[in-house]
C-alpha cells in the first residue's frame, strides 16, 4: 500500500491462553423460566477497597449488594 516500503514478515507466536480467550462462544439461551421474580431470588454484589480512610465503624472496605 506505500510504495518503497519493505514487507515484513509476521513472524511471532501467539499465546496460546490468548488464542482460547478469543474463540467464539455460544450466547446464553434466553429461556423465560430463568427469569428470576422472587425478592433475593438473584441478587448481585460488588466489593470497595481499600479505601484511604477509615469509616465510622472503622473499616477499610465497603459492599455494594443490588
Known amino acids: 500500500m506505500v ?3 519493505p514487507m515484513l514478515k509476521n513472524e511471532y507466536d501467539v499465546c496460546e ?3 482460547l480467550g478469543k474463540i467464539h462462544r455460544d450466547e ?12 433475593l431470588e438473584l441478587v448481585h454484589s460488588d466489593v470497595c477497597g ?5 469509616s465510622l ?4 472496605y ?3 449488594f443490588y
Open 3 to 5: 510504495k518503497g516500503l
Open 17 to 19: 491462553d490468548y488464542a
Open 28 to 39: 446464553f439461551p434466553s429461556n423465560f423460566d430463568r427469569w428470576k421474580i422472587n425478592v
Open 50 to 54: 481499600p479505601m484511604q480512610s477509615k
Open 57 to 60: 465503624g472503622s473499616a477499610y
Open 62 to 64: 465497603f459492599m455494594f
